[in-house]
């Protein structure tokens, strides 16, 4: 019968092997405190939120409809950042209907 330990070293053997943070079937490898080591796979503070918040300000034109500086944007509360996003959407798709009207308006002249 296996015991708590043993459960717990095989699953983080399994672990560690099935996301790439160390790979315990191949011999001789070349890491060897990758499974002790932070590994992309597992690190939670990457970049990818920041590149978000990034993307999001770039996208919905927030400096240019509100005169605000990236900084300025991401020292906000999420829910005021979470509301300019939304106002900005409306805003784009409201000026987009706007401008297909003034040249569907050309067009028919």
């Known amino acids: 019968m296996v015991k708590g330990v043993e459960k717990q070293i095989i699953l983080t053997t399994m672990y560690e092997t099935v996301f790439g943070v160390f790979n315990h079937v191949k011999l001789g490898h070349s890491k060897p405190m990758?499974?002790?080591?932070?590994?992309?796979?597992?690190?939670?503070?990457?970049?990818?939120?920041?590149?978000?918040?990034?993307?999001?300000?770039?996208?919905?034109?927030?400096?240019?409809?509100?005169?605000?500086?990236?900084?300025?944007?991401?020292?906000?509360?999420?829910?005021?950042?979470?509301?300019?996003?939304?106002?900005?959407v409306i805003a784009r798709k409201e000026k987009s209907e706007l401008l297909s009207n003034a040249m569907s308006g050309l067009d028919n002249k």
């Open 34 to 88: 990758a499974s002790v080591a932070l590994h992309e796979a597992e690190d939670t503070n990457t970049l990818d939120a920041l590149r978000s918040t990034m993307l999001n300000y770039v996208r919905n034109d927030i400096k240019e409809l509100f005169g605000m500086s990236f900084l300025e944007y991401v020292a906000l509360p999420s829910i005021i950042v979470s509301e300019l996003n939304e106002t900005s």
